[in-house]
C-alpha cells in the first residue's frame, strides 16, 4: 500500500519538516503521525522492525538534512563572523535536536545530530581549526567553550585545540619562571608556577568541562616549565628551588605566617613536586637541609616536618621516604639516650660540670658528610663527659664506632669577665678557640692553631667570625680578603658591650656554600650510578637472558619515577656490571647480555 506512495508521501513530508526549519506554520500532529505510521506498518515484526521506516523515510529524509545544513553553513560563513558562525551553528544543532524529538523515532536521534554536526563542523574542520592559536593566546573564554562544544563529537577533532592549550600553558609557565632574581628565588619559583597551573584548572574546569585530554596538556606543559633547562649539560634547578622553599617555610625564620597558612603552601608544593623529573635531586638537597633544621632546632614545627614528609610518601612511595623517616627516629631514640645517659652519670657519681646533650645519628640516614672533617683538639672542659658517654655507648651498644661531627654542634658560654654578664651560643670550634683565652688575655694565632689542632684554613674561618662581633680583637687590622698571620695578635676585648645579653654566633657551615651546592650534584650522581646498577641486576635475575634494547627500556621505565636516565649513563652502568662479573655478553651475540649466578 505504502510502495506507489512513497516518493510522493516522503517529498510531502521532507517539504513539511523544511518550512518547520524556515520557521513556517505547518501541522506537527499530521508529520509526526505519519511518519510514525512508517514504523507502525512492521512494527511486529521481530527481525528488522524499521526496516521500512528507515529505507523509505530515513535515507532520504538524512540526505536531505546534509544538503540543507551544507547550503546553511556555506550561507553562514559568508554572512558570519568566526565567534558569530559558532554560535549560530550551536543554535541550529540545538533546534534540529528539538525537531528530531518532536517528529522522528527516537532511533534517528543520534543519526541526524551527527549528519548536521559533520556538514556544519567536520566539513569546515579546517576553517576552525585555523583561528585556535589566536583564541587560545587571547585566551577567549566564550569563543574556546562553544569551540569544544562543537569540536568534542568530532573523531580526532579536539587534538590542534588540545596541542594549542599544551603550547600556550607551557609558554605561560615558561615566562613566568624565567629570569627570577632577588633573594626569595625559590619563592618566586614556586608561587609563579603555582599561580599557572591554578589558573589553566580552573579555565580547564570552566571551559573543557575538566576533560582529561585538557587535564594531560596541563600536566605535560607544567612538567616541560618546571623542568625546563637553559644549559642542556647542567642539572635541572628546580628540585633545588623547591627544597629552598619548603625549607622557608619549615624553619622558624617563616615569619607572618599561621600555622594553617605554612600548611596550606606545603600541601601546595606537593603539586609542583609532582611535576619534577628529578626527584632524588629535591630529595637529596630537602633531607640535608632537613638535617641542619634538625640538628640546629630550627624547624617551626615536628607535626609541620612529618606531614611534609608523609605527603611525600603519598606522592612517590615508603622507600622515597625511608631515611627521612630515620632521621626523625634518631630523634627521638637521642632523647631517650640522654635521659639514659644522665642515670648513667648519677650511677658512676660523677659530675660533669656542664650541661651535655647529645644527638647520635645514623650515617646511613642522615646526609652529613664524614669525608671533609677537620682535626679538633677537644677543650678540657669537655673531655670528661666525652669519655663518660662513649664508655656508655659502648657498654649499651656493642660494635657500634661512634665519630664525632663537631662542626655540628653548638654551645652556650657564660661570659663573666664584663660588666655584664653575657650568654652566647657559639659552634664548637668558636667555644674551643674563645675557652683558651680563660687564662690568657692574648694569643697569637699560632698557638691557637697549635692548641685546637684545627686546619688552618678553618681556624681563619672560625677567628673571622668572632673579630666581625667584636668578642676578639687583632693587633692588626684584617679584612675578608686579608688572612692571619702566624704571628697575629688576639686578644679578648674587655670594654665589649652588646644591648643583648643572650645572642649567637652564627657559624658560616650554616649557610649553604657553591662548593657544597656542588658536593650535592656530585653525591646526586653517584647515587644514581648505584640505582641503576641496582636496577639492571634485578631485571637480569629475574629475566636471565635480555637484549640490549630491553634492558635499557626497562631500567628507563623503572627509573622514572625517580629521574629520567641518560641513555649513556646506562650504558656505562652495563659496562660496570660486566666488569664486576654480575652479567656477561652473550658469546654469539653482543647485543644480548646473561645473567651470572
Known sequence: ????????????????????????????????????????????????????????????????????????????LQDCSYSQYMEKVIQRLDEENFRSRKFLHPSSYQKVTQECQHRMVADYLQYLHGECQDMVQKERRKDLSNLYTLLKPIANGLSVLVKEVE??????????????????????????????????????????????????????ACAAAINHRENTKQMCRSPELLAKYCDTLLKKSAKGMSESEIEDRLASSVVVFKYIDDKDVFQKFYSRMLAKRLIHGQSVSMDAEEGMINRLKQACGYEFTSKLHRMFTDMSVSSDLNAKFIDYV????????????????????????????????IPQELEKSVQLFEQFYSSSFNGRKLTWLHHLCTAEL???????????????????ILLMFNNQVHLTFKELLENTRLQEKELQKQLQSLLETKLLLCDSQVSDEQQLAEGSRLSLNLNYSNKRTKFKISAAVQKETPQEVEQTH????????????????????????????????????????????????????????????YIERQGTSTDTYNYVA
Open 1 to 76: 500500500m505504502l510502495e506507489p506512495l512513497k516518493d510522493s508521501l516522503v517529498a510531502i513530508l521532507l517539504d513539511g519538516i523544511k518550512r518547520d526549519r524556515c520557521g513556517e506554520n505547518v501541522n506537527q500532529t499530521d508529520l509526526h503521525g505519519v511518519i510514525h505510521s512508517f514504523v507502525h506498518v512492521e512494527e511486529y515484526k521481530k527481525k528488522l522492525p524499521l526496516l521500512v521506516y528507515e529505507t523509505m523515510f530515513e535515507e532520504p529524509f538524512l540526505a536531505a538534512t546534509g544538503e540543507y545544513y551544507r547550503q546553511e553553513a556555506s550561507k553562514l
Open 167 to 220: 603550547d600556550h600553558i607551557k609558554c605561560t609557565g615558561l615566562k613566568a619562571v624565567s629570569n627570577l632574581q632577588g633573594d626569595n628565588v625559590p619563592s618566586q619559583f614556586v608561587e609563579s608556577m603555582l599561580e599557572v597551573h591554578v589558573k589553566f584548572t580552573e579555565l580547564i574546569s570552566n571551559v573543557f568541562h575538566g576533560d582529561k585530554a585538557f587535564i594531560g596538556a596541563l600536566d605535560k
Open 346 to 377: 648519677r650511677e658512676q657519681k660523677t659530675d660533669i660540670g656542664i650541661n651535655f646533650y647529645i644527638f647520635v645519628l645514623q650515617a646511613g640516614a642522615w646526609p652529613l658528610g664524614q669525608a671533609n672533617l677537620t682535626s679538633f683538639a
Open 414 to 432: 657564660k661570659v663573666c669577665y664584663l660588666k655584664k654578664t653575657y650568654f652566647v651560643t657559639v659552634g664548637t670550634y668558636q667555644m674551643g
Open 522 to 581: 656530585v653525591a646526586i650522581d653517584e647515587d644514581r650510578k648505584l640505582y641503576l646498577q641496582a636496577a639492571i641486576v634485578r631485571i637480569m635475575k629475574a629475566r636471565k637472558v635480555l637484549k640490549h634494547n630491553a634492558v635499557i627500556q626497562e631500567v628507563i621505565s623503572q627509573s622514572r619515577t625517580r629521574f629520567n636516565p641518560s641513555i649513556s649513563m646506562i650504558k656505562k652502568c652495563i659496562e660496570a656490571l660486566i666488569d664486576k662479573q
